[in-house]
């Protein structure tokens, strides 16, 4: 069973201030901080934010129904599309029949001064588990306050630095 879960946010601030987080390793420092109560930390495994990194997310217990930690690899950042995909490659969803977890953000420009950032998940669990897709549609609600959290941070760092 496959399946995809979308959301958006507008954020004012231009694109490419947008990206200077989303295409960085400072997305997942901003969303843990600001999701303390929900992630307890985020390692990075190996690499430097580009492609092929590998950072391993763990989650308080008792956050659901849903993994305690997994890792996820970088498959795609690319600057010039402003786009950023990641993959669970262990445990957490892959544990619990899903066969493909991916999340992928892009920074879309709306003009000069603000742009919308979608988060999409795309996933594909093994028809045996097919009720645990409602997990996969449910976590969307994650990144949309990981969202939340950096569209502050920008706006409040952009306009302190263009005030």
Known sequence: MFGTVSEEREVKVPASEAWKIYGTLELP???AGSLSHMVSKVDVVQG???VGTVLEIFLHPGQGQGPTSYKEKFTVVDDEKRVKVAEVVEGGYLDMGFTLYRIRFEVIEKDETECIVRATIE???REEFAANAALA???IQTF???MEAV???LIQNYDN???
Do not use: P, R
């Open 48 to 50: 430097d934010g580009g």
């Open 137 to 139: 549609l449910a976590s």
């Open 151 to 153: 569209a502050i941070h």
């Open 29 to 31: 420092k901003i969303a």
């Open 123 to 125: 996933y594909e669990v």
């Open 144 to 146: 949309v306050a990981a």
């Open 161 to 163: 630095n263009h005030s």
